[in-house]
């Protein structure tokens, strides 16, 4: 019984680390606190178990036993390591750049809110907005709400139907008074 349990939560364990991973690259989770403590919780759950269920078997002292714990414990650490190299390349995707920005417009999404976060849009001219970011997109999208448009590329999320974009609202002295990122 006590073997069924620990395989049962074994593949568990495996399986919370690969919904991980697609949580991870669907959502473009990055590095912080909450996602670094969700990561390694299975992992120390998973070293608990293993301690408590060699401690009380007999199996402690099978050396097949030992290989299987520590394969197991190898595995699980790998994932982990996996989980956290996404999760600093996601971190390195979101930061803005103005090259990386006018080099790949479909990585957009990713920059947007480091942008908005790093860089005040609010009160910046119209010369300072191209600098920064180059020229809008010519498009008809908005065209009703009078706004400058950039096209940031396919939305967040799991199903990437529609597109993001970021539209930027200019007062008569050409200074930014508003911004907000839309989907189509």
Same mark, same amino acid.
Request: a negative charge; aromatic letters at 12%.
């Given at each position: 019984?006590?073997?069924?349990?620990?395989?049962?939560?074994?593949?568990?364990?495996?399986?919370?680390?690969? #919904?991980?991973?697609?949580?991870?690259?669907?959502?473009?989770?990055?590095?912080? %606190? %909450?996602?670094?403590?969700?990561? *390694?919780?299975?992992?120390?759950?998973?070293?608990?178990?293993?301690?408590?269920?060699?401690?009380?078997?007999?199996?402690?002292?099978?050396?097949?036993?030992? @290989? #299987?714990?520590?394969?197991?414990?190898?595995?699980?650490?790998?994932?982990?390591?996996?989980?956290?190299?996404?999760?600093?390349?996601?971190?390195?995707?979101?930061?803005?750049?103005?090259?990386?920005? *006018?080099?790949?417009?479909? &990585?957009?999404? =990713?920059?947007?809110?480091?942008?908005?976060?790093?860089?005040? *849009?609010?009160?910046?001219?119209?010369?300072?907005?191209?600098? *920064?970011?180059?020229?809008?997109?010519? @498009?008809?999208?908005?065209?009703? $709400?009078?706004?400058?448009?950039?096209?940031?590329?396919? $939305? +967040?999320?799991?199903? +990437? #139907? =529609?597109?993001?974009?970021?539209?930027?609202?200019?007062?008569?002295?050409?200074?930014?008074?508003?911004? &907000?990122?839309?989907?189509?």
């Amino acid at each position: 019984m006590v073997n069924l349990a620990f395989y049962l939560y074994v593949l568990v364990f495996m399986l919370i680390y690969f #919904i991980a991973i697609l949580y991870i690259n669907i959502a473009r989770v990055s590095i912080s %606190a %909450a996602s670094v403590a969700a990561l *390694l919780l299975p992992f120390a759950a998973l070293l608990v178990v293993q301690g408590i269920s060699s401690k009380y078997t007999d199996r402690h002292e099978n050396k097949e036993w030992k @290989t #299987i714990f520590r394969i197991i414990t190898s595995v699980g650490f790998l994932l982990l390591l996996a989980c956290l190299v996404l999760l600093g390349v996601n971190e390195s995707k979101s930061r803005f750049s103005t090259e990386r920005w *006018l080099k790949d417009h479909e &990585e957009r999404t =990713d920059m947007v809110d480091d942008l908005l976060k790093e860089h005040r *849009l609010i009160g910046k001219t119209e010369k300072e907005v191209i600098a *920064l970011l180059g020229p809008p997109t010519d @498009t008809e999208y908005f065209s009703a $709400e009078d706004a400058i448009v950039y096209y940031l590329g396919a $939305e +967040r999320g799991f199903i +990437r #139907i =529609d597109s993001e974009w970021l539209l930027l609202w200019y007062d008569d002295s050409d200074k930014v008074v508003k911004h &907000e990122v839309w989907t189509d």
